[in-house]
Nanobody
Framework: QLQLVESGGGLVQPGGSLRLSCAAS????????IYWFRQAPGKALEGVSC????????YYEQSVKGRFTISRVNAENTAYLQMNSLKPEDTAVYYC??????????????????WGQGTRVSISS
């Protein structure tokens, strides 16, 4: 299983952008799908996006479609979440997670193989 470390969170104004990074250590990063989840204050974890192991397929939760872009560079063992046109409702702690296969599936928290520690994103004027 991979060890994952997120970075890139911060405080930005509505309409701004952030790029989150998910750096992996351990073997076989390129074999697994990577997910991004988020947890807003007082709410449950929700799936945001997923990218397949080779990066050829990406998936997005409806509220972030057209604003967020997931990507990965397997040679660098890193995945990214580019977030544009940020809204106050995007405020949350963002987590990356390793899937258990090369494909993306349902955003089931208990199905992930490993998790990062999270990075906080705050959108406020």
């Amino acid at each position: 299983q991979l060890q994952l470390v997120e970075s890139g969170g911060g405080l930005v104004q509505p309409g701004g952008s952030l790029r989150l990074s998910c750096a992996a250590s351990g073997s076989s990063f390129e074999h697994y799908a990577i997910y991004w989840f988020r947890q807003a204050p007082g709410k449950a974890l929700e799936g945001v996006s997923c990218i397949t192991s080779g990066g050829g397929n990406t998936y997005y939760e409806q509220s972030v479609k057209g604003r967020f872009t997931i990507s990965r560079v397997n040679a660098e063992n890193t995945a990214y979440l580019q977030m544009n046109s940020l809204k106050p409702e995007d405020t949350a702690v963002y987590y990356c997670a390793q899937g258990r296969s090369s494909r993306c599936g349902a955003y089931v928290v208990g199905s992930m193989a490993s998790w990062g520690q999270g990075t906080r994103v705050s959108i406020s004027s």
